[in-house]
C-alpha cells in the first residue's frame, strides 16, 4: 500500500474500453469478484448502497476466473451503475496480487492521486465496515 496502484486499459462487458487512468481525481474501489462466488453475491447490494452513501466513489469490477456472458447476466440483473471490467489472462487480477487463493472478493481502494491506500480481503460483512474502509481515503472532492 501507499505505491502507484498498477495502470491498466481493458474492456467492460460490453466492449467499452475501461483505462485506470482515466478515474485519476477520484478515489476508486477496485472489487475483483464473480457471479459464481457467494461471498460476491452477498456482498454486491453493500456495494450499491455505498456508492449512494458516497457520490464521489467510483467502482470498478474486475471479473475474475468467470465467463462474461454469466458476469454480465449478473451485473444486469442486478442493475449494477458501475462498469465490469473484463481480465483475460487474469492480468489486472496478477498486478493486484489477486489470486485464486485465499479466494474472492477482493477490493483493492485507490485515491484521487492513484496511489493505493487499503486493501480488504473477503467480503464487506455490513455497511459500517464498507464505510471505516472508505473513510481511509480523502474525497478527491
Known amino acids: 500500500m501507499g505505491r502507484a496502484a498498477p495502470e491498466f486499459d481493458a474492456t ?12 485519476r481525481g477520484r478515489p476508486v474501489l477496485l472489487n475483483f469478484w464473480a457471479s459464481w462466488c457467494v461471498p460476491c453475491k452477498a456482498e454486491f447490494p453493500l456495494l450499491q448502497a455505498g456508492i449512494q452513501r458516497h457520490k464521489e466513489l467510483e467502482v470498478l469490477g474486475v471479473v475474475f476466473n468467470d465467463a462474461a456472458g454469466s ?4 451485473m444486469r440483473d442486478r442493475a449494477a451503475t458501475w462498469p465490469g471490467v473484463t481480465d483475460p489472462g487474469a492480468k489486472i487480477a ?7 487463493k485465499p479466494g474472492i472478493p477482493v477490493s483493492i ?6 496511489r493505493m491506500i487499503a486493501r480488504h480481503l ?6 459500517t465496515e464498507l464505510d471505516q474502509f472508505l473513510a481511509t481515503t480523502p474525497s478527491g472532492k
Open 12 to 23: 467492460d462487458l460490453n466492449g467499452k474500453a475501461v483505462r485506470l487512468a482515466d478515474y
Open 71 to 74: 458476469a454480465r447476466s449478473f
Open 94 to 100: 496478477n498486478a493486484y496480487q489477486v489470486h485464486a
Open 109 to 114: 481502494l485507490i485515491g484521487p492521486d492513484g
Open 122 to 127: 473477503g467480503p464487506f460483512s455490513n455497511d
